[in-house]
């Protein structure tokens, strides 16, 4: 099998040190050797000027919502508010529409150096709620599109029953409803990754609101059963958890345990409002946490206790959610950022932990776990982030890492490998030429009539 070198300038890598000249071996899609030292490129290599990093994940995306940006900028309002408007636009969605705009939305997340994403897909059906003649015909669709903007995707789909708490799912949510839970596992045991490298299926509840609690278990031991990934939107507002109070006595957390859908493979998404035996509870069982500081600070949702969360055992990973922007080097930098402005302290992550939480523990999050380390045997999956930008240009390379997180941007991005294949070349897309305007037609097609 052929061998393809890639020469990295500077490396960032698994022991959380940068090397200057690495030399990073491929052979079919994984890394057979990363050599330091290396001072100049061998003779055949591809060069990578910048400091190459693990691919980033993006653990926790609702594609459609980037049709919302710009939209929901207008004026003010609340959670509630945007959520009316996203009704509007995950009204108009085909499978078609739906690829388009993915296709579109997977490449700009190639070109921030993001190499996986974990899509909480809740968009299933027709509107009104009829099953489209392929029961999983929209989460075909963004599998598609992902391997057509050369990326990884973790299917997390999505059981969405209730509008809280004992209500029915209302005009628009019908779309999202299978009815039942055991009528959503068997629906999503239809969807099949074997034979798919870029592809992993996953579970995920959309929120203690959206599923009856006695109907958790059933999607809690579907994952446990396939061990796959279970993903859930926690306590993101208030109201969530007074709704729940009110309805159960107990916090989400609290009910999420009692029904068996915490543990070492269940990442709680936000987690914005939480309780010590909140925390407790997640750090006890492992549960990882995905911060998503663009989105939580957009919608105005608060700063989640994610310093707590994780000295009590909870891996932490990232995600660009609602895609107000999409930049993990942002998620990473706004997660340190918010903490300080919150505590009037500094220093709560290195650069380093922020890098982990971005690559390795992202990856973990979405069952790649071969995945986020420049090391032999890892998947060959890497970006590089320019050190000689407006932004980044000045500090020594020994600071490559620091730069990289507290001062480069998703528009640093020089190149995006995947699987050994050069996704993104000196910051043009190989396999979806022209982003912006893939991304304009798309989104034109369900905002204009």
């Known amino acids: 099998m052929q061998v393809t070198t890639y020469w990295a300038e500077h490396a960032w890598l698994a022991d959380g040190t940068v090397a200057s000249g690495a030399a990073l071996e491929v052979t079919g899609d994984r890394l057979t050797a990363v050599r330091t030292g290396v001072a100049a490129p061998p003779p055949g290599a591809t060069v990578l000027r910048g400091l190459t990093l693990p691919g980033l994940a993006n653990a926790h995306s609702h594609a459609f919502h980037r049709a919302l940006r710009g939209t929901v900028q207008v004026g003010s309002g609340t959670f509630w508010t945007w959520r009316d408007t996203m009704y509007q636009v995950a009204s108009r969605l085909t499978p078609d529409t739906y690829h388009a705009l993915a296709r579109a939305v997977y490449a700009e997340m190639a070109l921030a150096g993001i190499t996986a994403v974990g899509e909480f897909h809740y968009l299933h059906h027709a509107p009104g709620g009829t099953p489209y003649a392929d029961p999983n015909a929209m989460g075909e669709a963004l599998i598609a599109a992902a391997a057509e903007a050369g990326i990884r995707i973790t299917l997390l789909d999505t059981a969405y029953l209730s509008a809280g708490f004992g209500e029915p799912p209302n005009e628009h949510q019908r779309r999202f409803s299978d009815g039942t839970a055991q009528d959503w596992a068997e629906r999503v045991s239809a969807l099949e990754d074997a034979g798919r490298d870029h592809v992993r299926i996953g579970a995920a509840i959309h929120s203690v609101r959206a599923v009856p609690a006695d109907q958790l ?90 310093v707590a969360l994780q000295r009590a055992g909870s891996p932490l990973s990232l995600g660009s959610d609602s895609h107000a922007v999409i930049d993990l080097l942002e998620e990473a ?17 290195t650069a380093a932990a922020l890098l982990r939480a971005a690559t390795a523990d992202g990856h973990a999050a979405l069952a790649w776990h071969d995945a986020g380390r420049l090391e032999p045997g890892a998947l060959a999956d890497f970006t590089t982030v320019a050190l000689d930008s407006v932004r980044t240009a000045g500090p020594p390379p020994r600071l490559a890492a620091e730069t990289a997180v507290f001062a480069a941007s998703a528009a640093d991005v020089r190149h995006t490998v995947v699987g050994g294949r050069h996704v993104v070349r000196d910051g043009v897309h190989a396999l979806v030429p022209d982003v912006p305007r893939a991304l304009t037609d798309s989104i034109a097609a369900l905002l204009h009539d």
């Open 333 to 349: 930098r706004a997660m340190e950022l918010d903490e300080r402005l919150r505590t009037r302290t500094r220093g709560h992550w």
């Open 217 to 306: 278990a059933t999607v809690a031991d579907w994952a446990r059963d396939r061990r796959a990934p279970l993903h859930v939107h926690l306590s993101e507002q208030p109201a969530e958890n007074e709704a729940c109070l009110a309805a159960h006595g107990r916090t989400p957390t609290r009910l999420l345990a009692d029904h068996g859908a915490l543990g070492d493979r269940t990442t709680a998404v936000h987690a914005t409002h939480l309780t010590d035996e909140d925390i407790a509870l997640l750090g006890g069982s492992a549960t990882g946490t995905c911060m998503c500081p663009t989105t939580e600070r957009d919608l105005a949702d608060g700063i989640g206790p994610a």
